[in-house]
């Protein structure tokens, strides 16, 4: 049966993934509601060769519909979610505002598409750099069980949306034509540098975005006593989010079993080839469904531990397509 969809957001950097992965992937669409801010009352969203004009959103004018995308930041959510929900639709939420709620599943479908079916009207989509890892992180879990992660993440600018993407090609430009950098979005210059900060500082000194990796992948792995530990940090790309994850097993599991168990799970694709130069990598990733491991080798420091090199497209798997494949599995499948 065809769907009413709306996507709340839908001329951010996550929200145009959303609508080019609904038509992508064929999703039973039987009307596109896209929908954003004032601001882009007059503008059109591109949808199957239409252009279909973009509403503004307002608690006066909430449509109905089947299903609401949200990708518009937590603080829209957290006002605008409920209501839609009141109007009949499920909502699939992008941002962090209820990714914690007891009663709200936080799902990778491959990973803990059961959690599904307790949904009270909301469901979340977990953070693109937990998305990515808890891909990896299930099927060796369930083969060997994991004790502890540490994690150091390298992102993608476009994780912090359209301002971030053109703040990088900007800032790019002035510095290779020696004019001065003007820094707006982050708080230092992006260009040709490593910023070891990603969404806010906590007063236990990690940030939200290090803190999401842990709690949302103990969550989404149903096992609190999976211990993690993060280091994320943004770099001049545009797109594709790239981890170094050292994990650590009860049983013992040789990188050959891994690299066999990953091969054989949903939307994993080991690309693993030293001799070859082959490994994951953030531009082979842009584009791509799929996420990518490779350099999966021995931790020699442990009785057993791998270290692992993980890369997916954040605006794909890390946001968009994982919210369309909830709804395909609430509605297609
Ligand atoms: P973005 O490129 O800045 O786009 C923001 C979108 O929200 C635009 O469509 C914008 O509309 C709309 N918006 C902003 N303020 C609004 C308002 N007051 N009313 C209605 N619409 C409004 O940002 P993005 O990168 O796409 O991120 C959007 C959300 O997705 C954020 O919540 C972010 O946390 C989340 N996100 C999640 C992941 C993940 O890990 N799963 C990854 C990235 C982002 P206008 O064009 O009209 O301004
Ligand atoms: N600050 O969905 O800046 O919680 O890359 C995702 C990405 C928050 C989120 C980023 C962020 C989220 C970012």
Redesign the pocket.
Known sequence: MEKTVAVVGATGAVGMEMVRTLERRRFPVKRLVPIASERSRNRTVNFRGQAVPVEALSEDNIPAVDIALFSAG?DRSRQYAHLFVGKGAVVID???AF?MDADVPLVVPEVNAHAIKAHRGIIANP??STIQMVQALKPLHDAARIRRVVVSTY?AVS???RR?IAELTEQTKACLENRPVECDVFPHRIAFNVLPH??AFERNGYT??EM?MVNETQKIMEDDSIAVTATTA?VPVYRGHCESVNVEFEKDISPDEARRILADFPGVCVIDDPANNGYPLATEADGDERTFVGRIRRDFTVRSGLNMWIVSD?LLKG?ALNAVQIAERLFVQ
């Open positions: 937590a992008n941002s962090s990714r953070n693109c992102q994780g912090a949306g971030a990603i969404d939200k975005e999401k943004r954040n946001a």
